[in-house]
């Protein structure tokens, strides 16, 4: 038979062991009882060791005692007794059952060593077959077991044997009913009563677990990759393995709790059980966290979703699973776990989570806990950055099923209101991979069409302090959205700024770096936006480059002669844009180099060093620009996208080998790309920078044709070749040992040499008129070339460039005119050029002779030859005449000897065939001529060896026409003498030859000047004006175009972003509000719950009670007496205010007075929520309620007022708004103190307002005073213009009970109140509250609280005889002269006080009878008065003397001290606590005597508090009745009157 035995733990009986022959018939297991017979002594076994006599009925225990059987181990051999079947009763006696719990019984054949004992312990009370363990203390047991009994094998009598050899047992005695703990936690406080366990864990501090290898993350979480949904540990995994983590295992005990329990899940429900677990797990150290504890969660959550509650999970993945709050405080693996344990259930359930942690949720989930403001040190840079892409691999997982409005809006929201880059450029990519990859791609691009959405990323650009990644990545998503087919055009205006255009933007990119990436970017866009080139936003986003690096603007220089060269009308598009030509001039900048308007600045120290790096820098840049490139061959690279700079895709490229080339990529073809399949778009090429000419012309295509062709078919063009090699110049691989400053100067030359290609093009293609219009948009070139060159540094001096720029022009008037169609538009065009070099040459040249080039001359001979200029006749020809011999003249009087001898020479030609008949005229070439000669004969230069032919020449020509036979007789001859070389240079330094010079021809020469070319420079200066008042013109009004363009810019885009920022923040904080009071809300609800599960009934009861504290409650009974007392669960003892008073320090910072209001703020509301615990709201079912509740008053409820208001409270005073619709009264409490948890929102029906009453606040008319029926009351404030209509409309929707009368001199008489109080219908409190209340005094402000006249003037006696007048109070005089000796001292301060400026009047009191200060004086024991107290008194408490401790000494004290003259409050008459120090303060002690203040001190005739009140109330009932009956109304009456003199004064 077996007996139940109560074990704790698995006990393991080692009883004794059979012998091998012996059969085992029956064994009992329990205690012997009352014995029918004693058995003979031959069936007594005899005792097999030595041991004491034991009674005949003795106990198992007994049995197993130490004394009974230490010497059974060791004994070889144990002596058994056999019995028959049946007569076990016969032999041991009936069976006595012990109560208790049935535990696991096994026998063993033999002893068991300590490490098998251990092994049975460990596998615990519920292992059914211990021996079947693979361990190998476990192997062979099976055959040293006996039999084992456990109570999970029990059923009705029989017990089945669970050893292989099969003794089954039978079960007697009294059958034990056991509750099953899952239903008995109900009967202690249902699941919550488990909560403090977890909480506890809090203190434990950073007591970390020990952690094992067993514990670490499994393999597949260790390393997340975006896209793969790891599944975690199921259910089948080991909990004890979870139960090493001391919060896993309480997750693990709350899910066997719940587990195929309905009952229990529905506790946890509705007592808010799961966000109670949420809250407190937040607070759990982080060390606590690990994975363990989710893997925990996960087996709760498949719990939960098992028993198909679906109230209970939705909590779960509310308050649990995407609470961040709680998976943000641990280590990295924890955190990622989570994150892809997410993506698992998500990925199973997507549309069930997609409303409400969908996109918007994670968005804000990044933004709150991995924001910019996150600074976790518990993980690295690269674990956050795992984590955010984990997060964003959810974002893309929504979006990627097909991706809605609201979630648009949410994104877009998102990227407007942060300003964290990483994060920015997180959300980017995962639009742009959308955009480029996801199948559901057309429906994103739909819905990123709409206005405001992707259209405001332009805005992003504007901010200076985000990284070219970013720009990069809008410009990929803008390029994505453009090449999208399935839009209509129309709707791609916006995105390509057609309403705005490019200028509005670069006028507010303008302060900014402008970068490399920046400007290919844009460029990049504007040339594949259409088909065609817009020029104007292509000219835009030139008019930034100059910022930009010399090879970016090299790379446009090509691109626009490309541009020329396809699209014939190109140049003259561009000829239409305002300021071309300063556009494209400025490109001629230094690099780095900003525009200027004044004077050139000097360059400080720190540049001119900057300047010396640059060099270096460029180096090195190119040494890495070739493995940069080479890295940007993937189109989904980060850095690669958008540099897509090949003319066209597919075919390789040359790589510049620069800086300033950035990475290129080789695009694939896609079928959306339509500029793709035209042959006439154009991409920008930065490869090509050091060629320009991409192949053999004759396998070139449309866009791969020479970047410079020239305009005409001839065999020499303008500009196609350089005049070195720039490839042998740039080759920095090979030519290691080339300077740095020789490879930036060569890229310098390369921009000068394209861009004056550039204007060349545009000047005389863009350009093709020849009238005087036409010129003048010419000349502008010219004119913002000088206007740069004066307050900015160029590449290379301005003159220069103007040099360039007239000998190409030179070079191509002469192919015009070479031209067999040439117009006559050609002829006059280059008459106005020769006049522009002769200008140039003419002022210019004069300060540079570098000027004076033998390529200029050169052209200028052959364009003069072109047209027969010396063979013609007629005005020009004459006039163009002159100007080639002035020019020609100018060339010989260089220093430069093959100038000088070409233009000698040609001007010698020119003479041996020009009939000379003009003595003016030979007089000019004679001084001319003779001016430099005489300078070579002077300075021995070789240039009179090339004069001498031309001036024989021309003497011969002018010999007898300026009468040189007369004049100059001693002249060689130019006839063919061999010796005139050497005559003419002697003759030269003769007198006759210098006076002739000097008094004839040097007069008829300067007149010659200026009659034939003064009218030429003034023409010329004219023109320069003209030019110059133009270009002025056209940047203005280019100006005022991108200033209308920067307007429409902010408005299209900046003003949206910044409005779509304003609103998303304003959601985001209010959504974390919202989460914050949840979260406050949820701990008040704990903390609650709490006090019950540690109140004295409570299970978590503390032995040691500590110490009860209390408060005063704003409750009001009718007759206005607050009353009740609440416990006050903050109390604060004060202990630093008693510090600060005694001078012992206390705390070295004070606490605010706002601290010390919000504490008392919350003591109250929180007490307010202790009170009624059991009826606390149900957080999930308010929304709903709220709903409903919304839905039933749009049905019946109407607004009809709503204004801004305080509400006013003793403590502070709360900000709000007051709604007053036609039904309900409500208020909306809009302090921070709600932000954290505390609120003062009511909702009141009309129909439960008993009165309405104007009141003043800070003495000013701007206050209501609200009381309902069941005596609760309102103080509000308002705008002193918006009281009086808050109260009509009030009154207009109550019932016409409410009095409507104003003024409470009014309302006193209506109301009856003083028949009441004489027809003795209301006590002489009652009456005097209510006057109070009239008369606008009120609780809710120190400032007005209802006042009290002293009834006694008796505070000493031992007895107080009422019957007795003398201890009564004369009422007819104020309590200042109370006391007759004070009335001589109050009457000369009013007589003899007068105010020297006249405004204060004269008065008998200077203080109030009724003050704050007085209140808080007499309430200082009580509750939230005490800290009221000491926030008045600068955070400590007043000095014992000055507080309220005696009320005979307060009385004597008004006695004696006219200035004193506080009247009582109401509460001397009801409220016998405030008399008593309750909460034990330490108010200090008396400085005479010493004595510590505690309790006031009463007087002789008061043996309590409650004694003292009962008297006092009966003195305030007695003090009207003591007079004769006849007249006995007369002096009531003359009582009431005086009373209420005393309240309304």
Same mark, same amino acid.
């Given at each position: 038979?077996?007996?139940?035995?109560?074990?704790?733990?698995?006990?393991?009986?080692?009883?004794?062991?059979?012998?091998? #022959? /012996? $059969?085992?018939?029956?064994?009992?297991?329990?205690? *012997? @009882?009352?014995?029918?017979? %004693? &058995?003979?002594? !031959? =069936?007594?076994?005899?005792?097999?060791?030595?041991?004491?006599?034991?009674?005949?009925?003795?106990?198992?225990?007994?049995?197993?005692?130490?004394?009974?059987?230490?010497?059974?181990?060791?004994?070889?051999?144990?002596?058994?007794?056999?019995?028959?079947?049946?007569?076990?009763?016969?032999?041991?006696?009936?069976?006595?059952?012990?109560?208790?719990?049935?535990?696991?019984?096994?026998?063993?054949?033999?002893? #068991? /060593? $300590?490490?098998?004992?251990?092994?049975?312990?460990? *596998? @615990?009370?519920?292992?059914? %077959? &211990?021996?079947? !363990? =693979?361990?190998?203390?476990?192997?062979?047991?099976?055959?040293?077991?006996?039999?084992?009994?456990?109570?999970?094998?029990?059923?009705?009598?029989?017990?089945?044997?669970?050893?292989?050899?099969?003794?089954?047992?039978?079960?007697?005695?009294?059958?034990?009913?056991?509750?099953?703990?899952?239903?008995?936690?109900?009967?202690?406080?249902?699941?919550?009563?488990?909560?403090?366990?977890?909480?506890?864990?809090? #203190?434990?501090?950073?007591?970390?677990?020990?952690?094992?290898?067993?514990?670490?993350?499994?393999?597949?979480?260790?390393?997340?990759?975006?896209?793969?949904?790891?599944?975690?540990?199921?259910?089948?995994?080991?909990?004890?393995?979870?139960?090493?983590?001391?919060?896993?295992?309480?997750?693990?005990?709350?899910?066997?709790?719940?587990?195929?329990?309905?009952?229990?899940?529905?506790?946890?429900?509705?007592?808010?059980?799961?966000?109670?677990?949420?809250?407190?797990?937040?607070?759990?150290?982080?060390?606590?966290?690990?994975?363990?504890? #989710?893997?925990?969660?996960?087996?709760?959550?498949?719990?939960?979703?098992?028993?198909?509650?679906?109230?209970?999970?939705?909590?779960?993945?509310?308050?649990?699973?995407?609470?961040?709050?709680?998976?943000?405080?641990?280590?990295?693996?924890?955190?990622?776990?989570?994150?892809?344990?997410?993506?698992?259930?998500?990925?199973?359930?997507?549309?069930?989570?997609?409303?409400?942690?969908?996109?918007?949720?994670?968005?804000?989930?990044?933004?709150?806990?991995?924001?910019?403001?996150?600074?976790?040190?518990?993980?690295?840079?690269?674990?956050?950055?795992?984590?955010?892409?984990?997060?964003?691999?959810?974002?893309?997982?929504?979006?990627?099923?097909?991706?809605?409005?609201?979630?648009?809006?949410?994104?877009?929201?998102?990227?407007?209101?942060?300003?964290?880059?990483?994060?920015?450029?997180?959300?980017?990519?995962?639009?742009?991979?959308?955009?480029?990859?996801?199948?559901?791609?057309?429906?994103?691009?739909?819905?990123?069409?709409?206005?405001?959405?992707?259209?405001?990323?332009?805005?992003?650009?504007?901010?200076?302090?985000?990284?070219?990644?970013?720009?990069?990545?809008?410009?990929?998503?803008?390029?994505?959205?453009?090449?999208?087919?399935?839009?209509?055009?129309?709707?791609?205006?916006?995105?390509?700024?057609?309403?705005?255009?490019?200028?509005?933007?670069?006028?507010?990119?303008?302060?900014?770096?402008?970068?490399?990436?920046?400007?290919?970017?844009?460029?990049?866009?504007?040339?594949?936006?259409?088909?065609?080139?817009?020029?104007?936003?292509?000219?835009?986003?030139?008019?930034?480059?100059?910022?930009?690096?010399?090879?970016?603007?090299?790379?446009?220089?090509?691109?626009?002669?490309?541009?020329?060269?396809?699209?014939?009308?190109?140049?003259?598009?561009?000829?239409?844009?305002?300021?071309?030509?300063?556009?494209?001039?400025?490109?001629?900048?230094?690099?780095?180099?900003?525009?200027?308007?004044?004077?050139?600045?000097?360059?400080?120290?720190?540049?001119?060093?900057?300047?010396?790096?640059?060099?270096?820098?460029?180096?090195?840049?190119?040494?890495?620009?070739?493995?940069?490139?080479?890295?940007?061959?993937?189109?989904?690279?980060?850095?690669?996208?958008?540099?897509?700079?090949?003319?066209?895709?597919?075919?390789?490229?040359?790589?510049?080998?620069?800086?300033?080339?950035?990475?290129?990529?080789?695009?694939?073809?896609?079928?959306?790309?339509?500029?793709?399949?035209?042959?006439?778009?154009?991409?920008?090429?930065?490869?090509?920078?050091?060629?320009?000419?991409?192949?053999?012309?004759?396998?070139?295509?449309?866009?791969?044709?020479?970047?410079?062709?020239?305009?005409?078919?001839?065999?020499?063009?303008?500009?196609?070749?350089?005049?070195?090699?720039?490839?042998?110049?740039?080759?920095?691989?090979?030519?290691?040992?080339?300077?740095?400053?020789?490879?930036?100067?060569?890229?310098?030359?390369?921009?000068?040499?394209?861009?004056?290609?550039?204007?060349?093009?545009?000047?005389?293609?863009?350009?093709?008129?020849?009238?005087?219009?036409?010129?003048?948009?010419?000349?502008?070139?010219?004119?913002?070339?000088?206007?740069?060159?004066?307050?900015?540094?160029?590449?290379?001096?301005?003159?220069?460039?103007?040099?360039?720029?007239?000998?190409?022009?030179?070079?191509?008037?002469?192919?015009?005119?070479?031209?067999?169609?040439?117009?006559?538009?050609?002829?006059?065009?280059?008459?106005?050029?020769?006049?522009?070099?002769?200008?140039?040459?003419?002022?210019?040249?004069?300060?540079?002779?570098?000027?004076?080039?033998?390529?200029?001359?050169?052209?200028?001979?052959?364009?003069?030859?072109?047209?027969?200029?010396?063979?013609?006749?007629?005005?020009?020809?004459?006039?163009?005449?002159?100007?080639?011999?002035?020019?020609?003249?100018?060339?010989?009087?260089?220093?430069?000897?093959?100038?000088?001898?070409?233009?000698?020479?040609?001007?010698?030609?020119?003479?041996?065939?020009?009939?000379?008949?003009?003595?003016?005229?030979?007089?000019?070439?004679?001084?001319?001529?003779?001016?430099?000669?005489?300078?070579?004969?002077?300075?021995?230069?070789?240039?009179?060896?090339?004069?001498?032919?031309?001036?024989?020449?021309?003497?011969?020509?002018?010999?007898?026409?300026?009468?040189?036979?007369?004049?100059?007789?001693?002249?060689?001859?130019?006839?063919?003498?061999?010796?005139?070389?050497?005559?003419?240079?002697?003759?030269?330094?003769?007198?006759?030859?210098?006076?002739?010079?000097?008094?004839?021809?040097?007069?008829?020469?300067?007149?010659?000047?200026?009659?034939?070319?003064?009218?030429?420079?003034?023409?010329?200066?004219?023109?320069?004006?003209?030019?110059?008042?133009?270009?002025?013109?056209?940047?203005?009004?280019?100006?005022?175009?991108?200033?209308?363009?920067?307007?429409?810019?902010?408005?299209?885009?900046?003003?949206?972003?910044?409005?779509?920022?304003?609103?998303?923040?304003?959601?985001?904080?209010?959504?974390?509000?919202?989460?914050?009071?949840?979260?406050?809300?949820?701990?008040?609800?704990?903390?609650?719950?709490?006090?019950?599960?540690?109140?004295?009934?409570?299970?978590?009861?503390?032995?040691?009670?500590?110490?009860?504290?209390?408060?005063?409650?704003?409750?009001?009974?009718?007759?206005?007496?607050?009353?009740?007392?609440?416990?006050?669960?903050?109390?604060?003892?004060?202990?630093?205010?008693?510090?600060?008073?005694?001078?012992?320090?206390?705390?070295?910072?004070?606490?605010?007075?706002?601290?010390?209001?919000?504490?008392?703020?919350?003591?109250?509301?929180?007490?307010?929520?202790?009170?009624?615990?059991?009826?606390?709201?149900?957080?999930?079912?308010?929304?709903?309620?709220?709903?409903?509740?919304?839905?039933?008053?749009?049905?019946?409820?109407?607004?009809?007022?709503?204004?801004?208001?305080?509400?006013?409270?003793?403590?502070?005073?709360?900000?709000?708004?007051?709604?007053?619709?036609?039904?309900?009264?409500?208020?909306?409490?809009?302090?921070?103190?709600?932000?954290?948890?505390?609120?003062?929102?009511?909702?009141?029906?009309?129909?439960?307002?008993?009165?309405?009453?104007?009141?003043?606040?800070?003495?000013?008319?701007?206050?209501?005073?609200?009381?309902?029926?069941?005596?609760?009351?309102?103080?509000?404030?308002?705008?002193?213009?918006?009281?009086?209509?808050?109260?009509?409309?009030?009154?207009?929707?109550?019932?016409?009970?409410?009095?409507?009368?104003?003024?409470?001199?009014?309302?006193?008489?209506?109301?009856?109140?003083?028949?009441?109080?004489?027809?003795?219908?209301?006590?002489?409190?009652?009456?005097?509250?209510?006057?109070?209340?009239?008369?606008?005094?009120?609780?809710?402000?120190?400032?007005?609280?209802?006042?009290?006249?002293?009834?006694?003037?008796?505070?000493?006696?031992?007895?107080?005889?009422?019957?007795?007048?003398?201890?009564?109070?004369?009422?007819?005089?104020?309590?200042?002269?109370?006391?007759?000796?004070?009335?001589?001292?109050?009457?000369?301060?009013?007589?003899?006080?007068?105010?020297?400026?006249?405004?204060?009047?004269?008065?008998?009191?200077?203080?109030?009878?009724?003050?704050?200060?007085?209140?808080?004086?007499?309430?200082?024991?009580?509750?939230?008065?005490?800290?009221?107290?000491?926030?008045?008194?600068?955070?400590?408490?007043?000095?014992?003397?000055?507080?309220?401790?005696?009320?005979?000494?307060?009385?004597?004290?008004?006695?004696?001290?006219?200035?004193?003259?506080?009247?009582?409050?109401?509460?001397?008459?009801?409220?016998?606590?405030?008399?008593?120090?309750?909460?034990?303060?330490?108010?200090?002690?008396?400085?005479?005597?010493?004595?510590?203040?505690?309790?006031?001190?009463?007087?002789?005739?008061?043996?309590?508090?409650?004694?003292?009140?009962?008297?006092?109330?009966?003195?305030?009932?007695?003090?009207?009745?003591?007079?004769?009956?006849?007249?006995?109304?007369?002096?009531?009456?003359?009582?009431?009157?005086?009373?209420?003199?005393?309240?309304?004064?």
């Amino acid at each position: 038979m077996l007996n139940w035995v109560q074990f704790v733990n698995t006990v393991f009986l080692f009883l004794f062991t059979w012998g091998t #022959l /012996q $059969p085992f018939t029956s064994c009992g297991i329990g205690s *012997a @009882g009352q014995r029918t017979t %004693t &058995p003979p002594p !031959s =069936q007594i076994p005899d005792p097999p060791f030595a041991s004491p006599i034991m009674p005949h009925r003795t106990s198992l225990g007994g049995i197993l005692s130490p004394g009974s059987w230490s010497g059974l181990v060791g004994k070889p051999e144990l002596v058994t007794k056999l019995i028959s079947a049946g007569t076990q009763d016969s032999e041991w006696g009936c069976p006595t059952s012990l109560e208790g719990q049935l535990g696991s019984v096994i026998l063993f054949h033999e002893a #068991l /060593q $300590p490490s098998h004992v251990k092994a049975l312990y460990l *596998a @615990g009370p519920n292992c059914l %077959t &211990p021996w079947k !363990s =693979q361990e190998a203390e476990m192997v062979d047991w099976s055959s040293k077991v006996l039999l084992h009994y456990t109570p999970k094998a029990c059923r009705s009598p029989i017990c089945l044997d669970l050893s292989p050899n099969m003794f089954h047992g039978r079960l007697t005695g009294n059958k034990v009913v056991n509750w099953d703990i899952k239903d008995m936690i109900n009967s202690v406080g249902g699941l919550n009563v488990l909560f403090p366990l977890l909480e506890q864990i809090s #203190l434990l501090g950073d007591q970390a677990p020990e952690r094992t290898d067993g514990q670490s993350l499994p393999p597949e979480l260790a390393t997340p990759v975006e896209g793969d949904w790891v599944v975690l540990t199921s259910t089948k995994a080991s909990e004890a393995r979870l139960e090493k983590n001391i919060v896993a295992t309480f997750i693990l005990v709350l899910k066997h709790f719940i587990q195929r329990h309905p009952i229990n899940q529905e506790n946890l429900v509705h007592t808010h059980g799961v966000a109670t677990l949420g809250a407190l797990l937040q607070n759990v150290p982080s060390s606590f966290m690990d994975v363990n504890v #989710l893997m925990a969660i996960q087996l709760l959550i498949e719990q939960v979703s098992v028993a198909k509650n679906a109230q209970l999970l939705q909590q779960m993945y509310q308050y649990l699973l995407f609470d961040f709050s709680i998976w943000n405080r641990g280590d990295f693996p924890f955190r990622i776990g989570h994150i892809q344990y997410l993506s698992t259930i998500i990925k199973d359930s997507r549309r069930l989570f997609r409303k409400k942690y969908g996109v918007q949720f994670l968005l804000d989930t990044l933004r709150f806990y991995y924001g910019s403001g996150c600074k976790d040190s518990e993980l690295t840079l690269d674990d956050l950055r795992t984590i955010r892409t984990s997060v964003y691999g959810l974002i893309k997982y929504f979006l990627s099923k097909g991706g809605t409005h609201e979630e648009v809006q949410s994104i877009m929201g998102y990227i407007a209101a942060i300003n964290d880059e990483e994060q920015l450029c997180g959300i980017l990519e995962v639009l742009f991979s959308l955009l480029h990859s996801s199948p559901t791609r057309d429906q994103l691009f739909l819905l990123l069409f709409e206005p405001g959405n992707a259209d405001i990323l332009y805005a992003l650009l504007l901010n200076h302090r985000y990284s070219d990644r970013l720009k990069e990545l809008v410009f990929k998503i803008v390029e994505q959205m453009l090449k999208c087919t399935k839009v209509y055009e129309r709707s791609k205006q916006r995105m390509k700024l057609r309403e705005v255009g490019y200028s509005g933007l670069g006028l507010l990119l303008n302060d900014a770096p402008v970068t490399t990436c920046l400007i290919k970017s844009l460029l990049n866009q504007v040339l594949h936006a259409d088909p065609v080139v817009n020029y104007r936003d292509f000219m835009a986003v030139v008019h930034l480059a100059h910022k930009a690096d010399i090879s970016i603007r090299v790379a446009i220089c090509q691109k626009l002669l490309q541009i020329f060269h396809s699209q014939q009308d190109s140049a003259q598009q561009i000829c239409q844009q305002l300021g071309w030509q300063e556009t494209l001039t400025r490109l001629f900048l230094k690099e780095n180099a900003d525009v200027r308007n004044g004077l050139r600045d000097n360059r400080s120290d720190s540049a001119k060093e900057d300047e010396k790096r640059a060099p270096s820098r460029e180096f090195q840049k190119r040494r890495t620009s070739k493995a940069d490139a080479e890295d940007a061959t993937s189109f989904a690279s980060v850095n690669g996208l958008c540099d897509q700079w090949s003319l066209e895709d597919g075919k390789p490229i040359l790589v510049f080998e620069d800086i300033s080339t950035a990475e290129i990529s080789f695009r694939p073809e896609e079928p959306e790309e339509l500029w793709q399949k035209n042959p006439s778009h154009l991409s920008l090429d930065l490869s090509s920078v050091d060629s320009y000419e991409l192949g053999d012309a004759g396998n070139q295509t449309v866009d791969s044709l020479p970047s410079t062709p020239s305009p005409s078919e001839t065999t020499k063009p303008f500009s196609g070749q350089l005049d070195k090699e720039p490839n042998a110049t740039l080759e920095v691989a090979s030519a290691a040992d080339l300077s740095l400053f020789e490879i930036n100067e060569a890229c310098e030359e390369d921009l000068i040499h394209l861009l004056s290609d550039v204007l060349l093009c545009l000047m005389w293609r863009g350009v093709e008129k020849s009238d005087d219009a036409a010129w003048i948009e010419r000349g502008q070139v010219f004119s913002a070339l000088t206007k740069l060159a004066t307050s900015n540094e160029l590449l290379c001096p301005s003159d220069e460039i103007k040099l360039n720029l007239l000998e190409k022009m030179l070079e191509w008037a002469v192919t015009d005119s070479r031209d067999t169609k040439s117009l006559p538009v050609y002829a006059e065009n280059a008459f106005r050029l020769l006049l522009i070099v002769q200008d140039f040459l003419q002022v210019e040249g004069l300060v540079n002779s570098g000027l004076w080039t033998e390529k200029l001359l050169e052209e200028l001979v052959t364009l003069m030859d072109a047209l027969s200029v010396w063979y013609s006749s007629g005005p020009e020809c004459m006039k163009l005449y002159q100007v080639q011999v002035q020019m020609l003249l100018g060339f010989i009087g260089q220093d430069n000897l093959q100038v000088c001898a070409m233009a000698a020479a040609k001007l010698n030609t020119l003479l041996q065939t020009k009939v000379l008949d003009n003595q003016a005229e030979s007089c000019y070439l004679l001084g001319r001529l003779e001016g430099t000669l005489s300078r070579s004969i002077q300075e021995k230069t070789e240039t009179y060896s090339f004069l001498i032919p031309l001036v024989r020449t021309l003497i011969s020509k002018i010999h007898e026409l300026l009468f040189m036979n007369l004049h100059l007789p001693s002249l060689p001859s130019t006839n063919g003498s061999p010796s005139f070389f050497e005559d003419f240079q002697d003759y030269c330094s003769t007198e006759e030859w210098k006076v002739y010079i000097d008094k004839y021809i040097i007069p008829n020469m300067k007149q010659y000047e200026v009659n034939t070319f003064s009218d030429g420079r003034e023409c010329m200066a004219a023109y320069w004006k003209d030019c110059y008042e133009a270009l002025m013109v056209n940047i203005h009004k280019r100006e005022r175009e991108r200033g209308e363009s920067k307007l429409k810019f902010q408005e299209f885009f900046v003003e949206p972003f910044n409005r779509r920022s304003r609103q998303e923040n304003m959601r985001y904080n209010s959504m974390v509000k919202q989460l914050n009071n949840q979260h406050t809300a949820t701990l008040r609800q704990w903390r609650a719950a709490k006090l019950y599960l540690t109140c004295e009934q409570g299970p978590w009861a503390e032995r040691k009670l500590s110490p009860v504290h209390w408060k005063l409650s704003n409750v009001e009974n009718y007759s206005r007496m607050r009353l009740k007392l609440v416990q006050n669960y903050n109390f604060n003892p004060h202990q630093d205010a008693s510090a600060l008073r005694d001078n012992l320090g206390g705390q070295q910072a004070e606490p605010s007075s706002e601290a010390l209001l919000l504490e008392a703020v919350k003591q109250v509301k929180v007490s307010d929520v202790e009170e009624d615990i059991l009826e606390l709201p149900d957080e999930d079912a308010v929304p709903i309620a709220n709903m409903d509740e919304k839905e039933e008053q749009s049905q019946k409820e109407k607004l009809v007022l709503s204004e801004d208001c305080e509400l006013i409270t003793i403590i502070d005073v709360i900000p709000g708004r007051l709604e007053v619709t036609n039904q309900h009264i409500y208020f909306y409490d809009g302090s921070t103190e709600k932000e954290e948890g505390v609120g003062f929102d009511f909702k009141w029906p009309l129909s439960q307002i008993r009165e309405i009453h104007l009141r003043r606040y800070n003495l000013r008319r701007s206050a209501l005073e609200i009381f309902f029926i069941d005596q609760t009351n309102y103080f509000l404030n308002f705008k002193k213009e918006a009281r009086n209509k808050v109260y009509s409309r009030i009154l207009s929707l109550c019932s016409p009970n409410i009095s409507g009368t104003r003024s409470p001199q009014e309302l006193f008489k209506a109301s009856g109140l003083t028949q009441k109080w004489v027809n003795r219908e209301i006590t002489n409190f009652d009456y005097l509250i209510q006057l109070n209340t009239m008369a606008g005094r009120t609780y809710n402000d120190l400032a007005q609280y209802p006042v009290f006249p002293w009834i006694l003037r008796d505070y000493t006696s031992e007895e107080l005889d009422l019957n007795n007048p003398a201890v009564f109070r004369d009422l007819s005089k104020p309590i200042g002269v109370a006391n007759e000796k004070n009335s001589k001292a109050v009457q000369e301060r009013y007589e003899n006080f007068e105010d020297p400026l006249g405004i204060v009047d004269k008065f008998h009191y200077g203080t109030h009878y009724s003050n704050a200060a007085g209140v808080m004086h007499y309430l200082i024991r009580v509750e939230p008065f005490t800290s009221l107290h000491i926030q008045l008194q600068s955070g400590r408490f007043d000095c014992a003397d000055r507080q309220f401790h005696s009320i005979p000494a307060t009385w004597q004290a008004l006695m004696d001290n006219p200035n004193d003259v506080k009247e009582l409050i109401p509460e001397f008459f009801y409220f016998p606590e405030f008399l008593e120090n309750q909460n034990d303060f330490n108010l200090g002690q008396l400085q005479i005597s010493k004595e510590v203040v505690r309790d006031v001190v009463l007087p002789k005739w008061a043996q309590s508090p409650e004694d003292f009140i009962y008297k006092h109330r009966k003195a305030l009932v007695s003090c009207c009745l003591l007079t004769d009956v006849s007249d006995k109304k007369e002096k009531i009456l003359h009582t009431c009157f005086q009373l209420a003199s005393a309240i309304n004064n």
